[in-house]
């Protein structure tokens, strides 16, 4: 289990693509360097030493290559898969609440162009009598000051007696307050 320490610690850091090709040649090269050192230190026949070095070479390097290549890309195709797959919730969680929001701003305006549609003002100069309190309307017609706001705001009125007019109209039902 040391190798495999070993390995692991050396594993490339960076994983760009130009690091690990200059790793795959120099462990090509140290590798072929050893097995040639080798068959000289053993005097191996050169035929022989035609047939034994691609398949030796192929023995070291087939471990080696999978720990310094293909772990690491595996590792950082894992990587990128799982971020990948953060991304995809996290945008489908964003257009959720991009839906839920854009349906309450809907309701919203939909609620305020209710209201809007509903308030009716009153602007500008309104010409009023002075003597008998109506109201001229845009047509030319003289209206009752409660008829002419009721058109024209969507008011409505109720009819009583302040305590004033009560006194005048009502003096003997009234005390000195005005209350009947």
């Given at each position: ?5 070993f ?5 490339l ?5 130009l690091k ?16 040639m050192?080798?068959f000289?230190?053993?005097?191996v026949p050169t035929?022989v030493t ?19 290549v293909?772990q690491?890309?595996e ?5 990128r ?9 996290s945008?489908?969680s ?6 839920e929001r854009?349906?309450?701003?809907a309701?919203?305006n939909t ?5 809007f549609?509903?308030v ?10 002075a ?14 000051i ?7 705001s969507g ?5 009583s ?6 006194k005048?109209?009502?003096p003997?039902?009234?005390?000195e307050h005005?209350n009947?």
């Amino acid at each position: 289990m040391i190798g495999t320490k070993f390995f692991k610690t050396a594993k490339l850091a960076n994983k760009t693509p130009l690091k690990i090709l200059l790793k795959m040649v120099f462990i090509v090269f140290f590798s072929e360097m050893l097995l040639m050192v080798l068959f000289h230190l053993i005097s191996v026949p050169t035929d022989v030493t035609i047939i034994l070095d691609p398949i030796l070479l192929t023995i070291i390097l087939t471990p080696v290559l999978y720990v310094f290549v293909y772990q690491p890309l595996e590792s950082e195709i894992s990587r990128r898969k799982q971020i990948e797959s953060e991304l995809l919730k996290s945008r489908d969680s964003l257009e959720k609440k991009v839906i839920e929001r854009t349906s309450k701003l809907a309701e919203a305006n939909t609620e305020l162009q209710k209201a809007f549609d509903e308030v009716k003002t009153l602007t500008g100069l309104i010409p009023i009598c002075a003597s008998c309190k109506k109201v001229r309307d845009d047509l030319g017609y003289w209206k009752q000051i409660e008829s002419y706001i009721t058109d024209h705001s969507g008011a409505e009125f109720t009819h009583s007696v302040c305590q004033e007019c009560t006194k005048k109209l009502y003096p003997d039902l009234a005390d000195e307050h005005g209350n009947v």
